[in-house]
């Protein structure tokens, strides 16, 4: 009973989530605190019930694609690997556009990616689909009971900011909130502009709960999919691949053989015909002053280690 409290009052605050012994942990799924994942997939079938309109199929795209650039901008090319500089104050803004996601906090998501990178498609890169399998690399890791921890000397660089510390903690708090806003969102139009034909239980499962399944099996391709389906254009030692499909879905994630061959990189499509949404987005906020020192693959490494 006791272990389940535990899982239990983590929906609610991981004040315990940074261990440093984290391979003593079980590693198999913690199936109570999965619940409310569980419930988001299954709200999903709501969508029966509450109906459709255009206006919030549009919806859920636009939320589901913000965040899906916060993931890919913030949370990996930024925290994760700090290819470019900002403020204090757009750091916290970015960290709560990315905890939208609904993919836990900047700290738990940064630290485990640089552990990825670390030993990537070895048998300790707890998401490898070559040695782990297809679902456990897509889904099946993070809620493990072993992934809910992370190593907390992978993110000194991070943790030192107490505002990322409690987006981390109270990581349910940012979705919670993008649900009322939903819900709220849709309420309003069914005032205003009765003529669309939406509500807010409408929105709430169109623009949160569908919207961020979606999020959830495009971004998380990249673990599962990218590695084992593409074109290798580097020797890297991992089996990291391009996937142009990957790439347009995720707004430039797919070239992943780029990116495990030179990570630091804010641009993951080396070449003009390798669309990198996200990376022209960037270009856009250095140019409003947002950004600075955005990292970009030496030319000489460019065209060194490459795959004939």
């Known amino acids: 009973m006791k272990k389940w409290h535990h899982s239990i009052l983590r929906w609610f605050a991981n004040n315990s989530m940074s261990n440093h012994n984290i391979n003593t942990v079980e590693n198999r799924i913690d199936w109570v605190r999965a619940i409310p994942f569980i419930l988001i997939n299954l709200s999903c079938l709501f969508a029966f019930i509450v109906g459709f309109s255009w206006i919030a199929l549009i919806t859920a795209l636009i939320v589901c694609y913000v965040r899906v650039f916060s993931l890919t901008a913030f949370y990996h090319r930024y925290f994760s690997h700090r290819a470019y500089k900002t403020n204090r104050f757009w750091q916290f803004v970015f960290a709560i556009f990315g905890a939208s996601a609904v993919q836990r906090g900047p700290l738990w998501w940064a630290a485990h990616h ?33 992934n809910y921890f992370y190593d ?30 939903m819900y709220a969102f849709g309420a309003a139009l069914e005032y ?45 030692k991992d ?64 065209n060194s280690n490459r795959i004939k």
């Open 192 to 236: 205003f502009a009765p003529s669309l034909g939406t509500n807010g239980w409408q929105m709430l499962v169109w623009g949160f709960s569908i919207s961020t399944i979606m999020l959830f099996h495009i971004t998380v391709c990249i673990n599962s999919i990218a590695h084992k389906f593409g074109k290798r254009s580097y020797k890297t």
């Open 239 to 302: 089996n990291s691949r391009n996937n142009w499909l990957l790439a347009l879905l995720t707004f430039g994630e797919g070239w992943h053989n780029n990116h495990h061959y030179y990570p630091a990189s804010a641009r993951q499509g080396f070449h003009f015909w390798q669309i990198d949404i996200t990376y022209y987005i960037l270009l856009l906020f250095k140019k409003m002053g947002m950004i600075w020192d955005v990292k970009v693959v030496p030319e000489q490494v460019l």
């Open 114 to 146: 640089r552990r990825h990178h670390a030993a990537a498609d070895e048998h300790e890169d707890v998401h490898s689909p070559l040695h782990h399998g297809f679902w456990w690399s897509h889904m099946g890791w993070f809620l493990s009971k072993q």
């Open 152 to 181: 907390s000397k992978n993110i000194s660089d991070l943790s030192k900011y107490p505002e990322l510390v409690f987006l981390d903690r109270f990581d349910i708090l940012i979705p919670t909130l993008l649900g009322v806003c």
